[in-house]
DNA sequence: TAGATTGTTAATCGATTAACAATC
DNA sequence: TAGATTGTTAATCGATTAACAATC
């Protein structure tokens, strides 16, 4: 309901996975919330919200927590994506590793640039042109835009005229999207700038 | 004083600079308002609170407004990052043409691989051991953290002691720093997660 | 039982928005 | 002047937290 318990959430699955591999068996929403830095009443709030349920006195079980929150993630099956261009950062994004391992597949990459086009062995790249085929025959869900600007919303459109449900975008542009098609946005300009104003404003105080 | 209200500072702007091209003079709230998706009432207490007026009926000089922000933002000299970490994350960031554009210097790259030490004409890379001497020698005051987990926290120490002032982290890991020094992180996988839960939770609605 | 922990209700806090006086 | 827009105060809203009863 909430979207930053529903930010939260991935957090506790990421701490609940490591305990598990530290042999914990239970988990107490004080321990929860020391690793996230925020309070023990908030975990259990976040968990009241999605019906998650421990036992008094007892905690909670790790492996029934974890298997609800992924549940809840949607994490029951590999979580398929397509990247939209091939720029320095979605060809990051394709070799990062970190997104296999949580069960996040990129299955295929396009861009307008014929060079760009092929399969090395691992991800296919494909011509913009077969986007809008691509995600409809394979049904994927969400969809990472990594075009320049003026791209960026041409790009969406096709993303959404083909039924993707969510969208992840680098672009540094707002993109208008019907309500239904939640897209974040991750601006790296605008995050340092942040910091940099954090750091004026400090000095100013 | 607020973090969201500096957060908008830096899209209003992004904004202004985009109207000026257009040949605007003036702006009125109710613009602003529009091009964020906020409300006007928010963008003049925004105004307010950074000690930034208008004129009642004329609306705000542009020219005026973007200086007083751009003073805000600590923009008004080149802004200076080093990156420490050229896996994939670091390379991409490296060759990222955005930052130049709006005033970002990535002045120096760091890792251990001496295979990646060197100086391709553009940015030089060091190894690690150089970290803190050139964060003190420049007086470096951000940066930019794109290592594998278990060296993020090694590498902010480093940074942290060496007098950085603010950090942005891509490593998927909450990082312990000095209450004085932001440290904001960027969590892609996290950030695909929620794509799917906020999905999840609309196909469950 | 005594002590510890959950789950929920009520209070607090902070941020957004509505209302409106000031004034150009 | 009439109309439009700012700047601020007060109301609202939503999220976090404190308090505490339930209970293992």
Redesign the pocket.
């Known amino acids: ?5 529903i930010i ?1 959430l991935s957090k506790y699955k990421n701490t609940l996975q490591r305990l598990k591999t530290l042999g914990f068996v239970k ?4 321990n929860l919330a020391d690793a996230l830095g ?5 975990v ?2 976040d ?2 919200q999605f019906q ?9 079980n790790i492996d029934d927590l974890l298997e609800r929150i992924l549940r809840i993630l949607g994490k029951t099956n590999l979580q398929k994506v397509v990247l939209v261009g091939l720029g320095n950062m979605g060809t990051a994004l394709m070799h990062y590793q970190g997104f296999e391992r949580e069960g996040i597949q990129i299955v295929a990459g396009f861009d307008i640039d014929p060079a760009k086009i092929g399969d090395d062995g691992r991800i296919p790249v494909y011509a913009m042109d077969n986007l809008g085929d691509f995600i409809t025959k394979n049904r994927i869900e969400v969809g990472v835009i990594a075009v320049p600007d003026i791209a960026a919303q041409r790009a969406l459109d096709i993303l959404v005229a083909s039924g993707i449900k969510g969208v992840l975008n680098f672009a540094p542009i707002r993109l208008r999207a019907p309500e239904e098609v939640p897209v974040t946005n991750v601006n790296l300009v605008q995050e340092i700038e942040n910091i940099f104003c954090l750091i004026n404003a400090a000095r100013a105080e």
């Open positions: 309901m909430n979207k930053q318990s939260r988990v107490f929403s004080d925020i309070r023990a009443t908030q259990r709030k968990f009241s998650i349920t421990g036992n008094k006195r007892g905690g909670y």
